[in-house]
């Protein structure tokens, strides 16, 4: 459970080394499984995640439009000193405005069960932070994942989207909230990329002039990002890893995939152009219709370490 990736928290005695001879500790110091749940958890939970195939899924496979769920994005970061996990949610509706967005912190607290790990929330307020009374969710380990519950009381707080329940698995996080019985959020683990997109999309090794824009920061569950291109048009960039509910073939198993798409949007009126796809796990991906090129990669080729045949993964 990405054991290389576990950093020191707050829930963990730390004991230190030193050069200056000192009396031997006894070997037999045996933690909790609590203790070691709190440091997977704290190294799993961050990260971005986007339910954007739950939102297109939804549709596609007509399923009852009061289930449906609003498009949701969850950022999580680990205070640099790792006693907190800071949160941000926000939902959009259906043009990509933002309709909600709530920040809160949360601790993770190994209960005297040995088992179980409290997770205590607290909301930013003006600079600092203050309990959520009554909201704290309380994990333990199941077979593959992780699951959250919300600890019994009444929680002093009117975030709508506060979970009552969350499982964490290494690819997803689900979330579940108190105002309705719909199935949770099914939030997907986002990976970061850059790109550019070159036009003309030379190609060839041929010597054409260009113009490059580059896009820093896109991930790729539904993230996109448009560029002004300097006759006033417009080139959004969409990265998007598809994984299959169900099969786009009666009778034929559909793999996952990731996608990356072209869209133009000129005099007012946007269209798709073209879209490729390869590989979910793929580091890159790219596109060349000629009139642009697009290159999206999560390390570009300045920082890859040469090798001699098969590319290391990350």
């Not at 309380?138 to 699951?147: D, G, V």
């Not at 999309?201 to 824009?213: H, L, N, S, T």
């Not at 596109?287 to 697009?294: C, R, S």
């Amino acid at each position: 459970m990405l054991v290389d990736r576990l950093a020191s928290f707050a829930v963990v005695t730390s004991v230190a080394m030193s050069a200056v001879p000192t009396t031997a500790f006894a070997q037999g110091q045996d933690g909790t499984r609590a203790e070691r749940n709190a440091q997977v958890i704290a190294s799993l939970l961050p990260g971005r995640y986007d339910n954007v195939n739950q939102v297109y899924f939804d549709k596609r496979l007509e399923t009852d439009e009061a289930q449906h769920r609003q498009r949701m994005h969850v950022e999580i970061a680990r205070s640099p000193d790792g006693d907190t996990l800071s949160w941000i949610a926000r939902s959009s509706d259906a043009d990509g405005d933002i309709t909600a967005e709530h920040r809160f912190k949360a601790s993770l607290h190994p209960e005297q069960d040995g088992r179980t790990v409290r997770m205590k929330l607290h909301r930013s307020v003006d600079g600092g932070t203050r309990p959520l009374a009554g909201c704290d969710l309380l994990w333990s380990m199941e077979a593959s994942q992780f699951r959250a519950v919300r600890d019994e009381g009444d929680c002093d707080s009117d975030l709508a989207s506060l979970p009552v329940e969350l499982q964490l698995g290494e690819g997803d996080l689900w979330w579940s909230l108190s105002e309705d019985d719909r199935p949770p959020i099914t939030l997907e683990r986002a990976r970061t990329f850059s790109c550019y997109i070159d036009v003309p999309g030379v190609g060839g090794g041929r010597d054409i002039p260009y113009r490059r824009y580059e896009i820093d920061d896109i991930h790729d569950k539904g993230g996109e990002q448009w560029v002004e291109m300097d006759d006033g048009s417009a080139l959004s960039v969409k990265l998007t890893n598809v994984r299959w509910p169900m099969n786009n073939l009666n009778g034929i198993f559909t793999r996952h995939s990731f996608v990356v798409y072209l869209s133009e949007r000129r005099d007012g009126e946007e269209r798709e152009i073209a879209y490729s796809w390869t590989q979910p796990d793929a580091q890159r991906i790219g596109i060349n219709i000629k009139t642009a090129l697009v290159n999206c990669f999560m390390l570009n080729n300045e920082e890859i370490e040469p090798f001699f045949r098969d590319e290391p993964r990350l």
